[in-house]
């Protein structure tokens, strides 16, 4: 019953056809061969790829280590949180679902097992989830995540944090994102919320009209009780991206990844939305979720 599992040493072959490659190194190297072709032809017919949420891959980076919440969370992996009765990813996925979301990759590195034991192959959550695994002992973060996956993305994939709640329109988001790609050669749209307090998060500098983005910030202690514009941990990623993705390498999206696209000339949208964003990444900030959680959304007793 449980999910297809993609790891490290067994990669996927892409759906358009790549040399297969008997190491994660030989795919890396075919990884650009297929990316170029991929946008060649997309060029040439004028096609832009899985352009609804039905559609397109959700991967949910869920293989962190979670330290700061080994005081709550012993020996459990954060997106299994328990959230009355459920646990966090539960809650994510079934978001996801709710807004049209049928296809589900789970990045998974740090307790991965247990993971899989609770939430299988999606079938009883109306979803289909498969999983991409990192060893464990070599995590090479949220980028090198991505790129562990990369075989399920055959044109973009909708990227989420596995310890962020962010109640928006996903399905317009994907929308207006493809809309854009076929105007302009846009690699990302990242979700944007503003917060309270920006101090516990990096935040992001907009152009004027707040559709694109012009700088990354890293936290910023003298920010505390400061409202600000943060990264959501909600993003629309075209393969393209990829390329600039350096294998075998720690890295992050948020902090080298699209920073250096930025930097490369890169065109980074950008999308501001009013809704409530939550984080469950320190014992702080999963309380807070936890008691707004029961007070807004949890069904009460009739």
Not at 37 to 56: K, N, P, Y
Not at 118 to 133: A, F, N, T
Request: charged share 25%; proline share 4%; net charge negative.
């Amino acid at each position: 019953m449980g999910g297809r599992w993609l790891t490290l040493t067994e990669p996927r072959t892409p759906r358009l056809a790549t040399p297969r490659g008997d190491s994660f190194h030989r795919l890396c190297e075919s990884r650009n061969e297929y990316l170029h072709l991929h946008t060649m032809r997309s060029r040439e017919d004028g096609t832009v790829g899985v352009a609804t949420l039905d559609e397109v891959p959700v991967m949910i980076l869920a293989g962190g280590l979670g330290t700061r919440l080994a005081s709550v969370l012993p020996n459990v992996p954060k997106g299994l949180a328990d959230v009355a009765g459920r646990s966090f990813l539960e809650l994510q996925i079934d978001l996801l679902r709710r807004a049209g979301a049928r296809r589900f990759v789970l990045c998974v590195g740090h307790l991965a097992s247990q993971i899989r034991s609770v939430l299988g192959d999606g079938r009883q959550l109306g979803v289909s989830i498969e999983y991409s695994v990192e060893d464990p002992a070599r995590l090479l973060g949220t980028a090198g995540a991505i790129l562990n996956a990369f075989g399920f993305i055959e044109s973009r994939a909708l990227v989420l944090n596995g310890d962020t709640y962010f109640d928006i329109d996903y399905a317009g988001f994907v929308a207006r994102h493809v809309e854009r790609c076929a105007r302009a050669e846009t690699i990302a749209t990242l979700a944007v919320a503003q917060v309270e307090d920006a101090s516990d998060f990096g935040t992001v500098v907009l152009s004027g009209a707040g559709t694109r983005v012009v700088e990354f910030r890293e936290k910023e202690s003298s920010r505390a009780g400061r409202a600000g514009l943060v990264n959501a941990g909600a993003y629309m990623v075209e393969a393209e991206l990829l390329k600039s993705i350096e294998d075998s390498i720690p890295q992050s999206l948020e902090h080298d990844v699209l920073p250096r696209a930025l930097s490369e000339g890169g065109e980074i949208a950008s999308e501001v939305f009013e809704e409530s964003f939550y984080d469950i990444g320190t014992p702080r900030s999963l309380a807070r979720f936890l008691e707004w959680y029961d007070s807004t959304v949890r069904p009460q007793p009739s």
